[in-house]
């Protein structure tokens, strides 16, 4: 590993932000696992590299998700991307997205009905991933969990077990009474793999049956995409920026800027903007150049790795004024429109195909919340307490508590 690949993994906030500083710009080099690595940190270069210059800077094949997911469009170039993007981004639009509406209200029914009811605190991140999880395992792979519990817990366990292999060093390695993350993880796989085959050959409804009929290029790429789909990764995106919609307008202070959010589904809209704008869940991606360029006016010699990293180009001062401010406002002024500042899903041409799926669930998950509960910090403390009030009953109900578990995730 490189000295510096330690750093940014530790905690990539305070690693770029000491870089911004000391350099005084906000784009700058390091080593990342060895490799010489641009990171960009300002809209102008997060344009370049992702839009303008997308021909030049291109996905990694050998990239580490390969080695967890298989070969899926998030790795691919030139025209078998295009084409696998052409015959997924149908599943994810118009009727396709139209048809999953009943199932999403029902899901945030399920989980979000008794937020108060225990009586007991309760961490909202874990309410929330397992939301997200019912949310696709019910949308891309038909399991329920209100029809098929046990089924249902054991792909979710299996789902756990295969991302963390994400996060762990890549060494498959089975002792007796030891066996590496990562080894778990590829057992983990290979026994998704084989409930993703039966579900495709036996099951023509929904999702599944939609995927299980396009041209893919080979046999297993259709359930790769699918592994891909039910991954972790997306759970704990939606618990992510669910959380931090939770925090920003949890608190008395906000509570008319949450009736004004069920009033006005615009101020929603820029609500949710601001939370994504501020606590992007993920990092950002990668790239590497395939020839000598420039980013931001910084020369990229070919070979050279480029990792965009959204929150710093999300709190870029030549574009957002008061950049560290949650200010949902700013979405109707000079920024109103201006959504293509953004990149938590990317941008540009290997922008995130679940985009819009991703903002319907999160708006009707907000909805729901909003409409039911009325939530605020009592008492004030260190781990957030929060008490959560059912919006028609009296003020002196159970609080649910919840701690920034999201943070370390
Ligand atoms: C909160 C939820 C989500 C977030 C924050 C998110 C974020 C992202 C980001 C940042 C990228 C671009 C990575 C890069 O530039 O290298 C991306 C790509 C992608 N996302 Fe998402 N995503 C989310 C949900 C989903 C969902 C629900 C799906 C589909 C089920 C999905 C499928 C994909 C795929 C297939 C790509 C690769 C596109 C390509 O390389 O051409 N994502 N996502």
Redesign the pocket.
């Known amino acids: 590993l490189g000295d510096k690949t330690l750093d940014f993994y530790r905690d990539p906030v305070i690693f770029c932000r000491q870089r911004i500083e000391k350099h005084s710009s906000r784009v700058f080099l390091c080593r990342l696992i060895n490799k010489p690595t641009v990171f960009i940190c300002s809209v102008e270069g997060m344009r370049e590299l992702?839009c303008e210059k997308s021909n030049i800077f291109l996905?990694d094949p050998t990239d580490f998700m390969t080695n967890i997911y298989g070969d899926?469009?998030?790795t691919?170039n030139g025209e078998e991307?295009c084409l696998l993007?052409l015959s997924?981004s149908h599943l994810?639009t118009g009727t396709c997205l139209e048809s999953s509406s009943n199932y999403m209200s029902s899901v945030c029914d399920h989980c979000l009905k008794n937020l108060s009811i225990s009586g007991q605190p309760q961490c909202v991140y874990s309410i929330f991933k397992r939301l997200g999880a019912e949310l696709?395992l019910g949308l891309?792979l038909n399991v329920r969990a209100e029809d098929q519990p046990e089924v249902f817990q054991e792909i979710m366990e299996l789902c756990t077990e295969h991302w963390h292999g994400l996060i762990s060093v890549p060494v498959n390695v089975k002792v007796p009474l030891w066996t590496s993350g990562f080894a778990k993880a590829l057992d983990a796989r290979s026994k998704l793999m084989e409930i993703i085959k039966d579900k495709l050959e036996n099951d023509t409804e929904g999702f599944v049956g939609a995927l299980g009929s396009l041209p893919f290029p080979n046999s297993g790429s259709a359930a790769q995409?699918l592994l891909?789909?039910i991954s972790a990764l997306?759970p704990k995106?939606?618990a992510?920026?669910l959380t931090s919609f939770t925090l920003a307008l949890g608190g008395p202070e906000q509570r008319e800027s949450r009736q004004e959010a069920i009033r006005n589904p615009d101020h929603l809209h820029r609500v949710l903007l601001e939370v994504q704008r501020l606590w992007?869940?993920?990092i950002?991606?990668?790239?590497i150049a395939e020839k000598e360029s420039t980013l931001a006016d910084f020369c990229v010699p070919k070979d050279y790795g480029a990792v965009?990293v959204?929150y710093f180009i999300h709190r870029d001062p030549e574009v957002f004024q008061q950049p560290d401010s949650f200010l949902p406002e700013r979405w109707s002024g000079r920024n109103a429109g201006q959504e293509h500042l953004l990149?938590?899903?990317?941008?540009g041409?290997?922008?995130?195909?679940?985009?819009t799926?991703?903002e319907i669930f999160?708006k009707e998950a907000s909805r729901y919340l909003l409409k039911n509960y009325d939530w605020c910090l009592d008492p004030p403390s260190q781990d957030l307490q929060y008490k959560w009030l059912p919006v028609s009953r009296p003020a002196n109900l159970p609080t649910v508590s919840f701690t920034r578990v999201f943070c370390e995730s």
């Open positions: 992702l996905k899926t469009v998030v691919m991307a993007r997924l994810f696709v891309f995409h891909l789909f997306i995106a939606l992510s920026l992007p869940p993920f950002g991606g990668r790239r965009y959204s990149c938590s899903f990317g941008r041409p290997r922008s995130c195909i679940g985009s799926l991703t999160i």
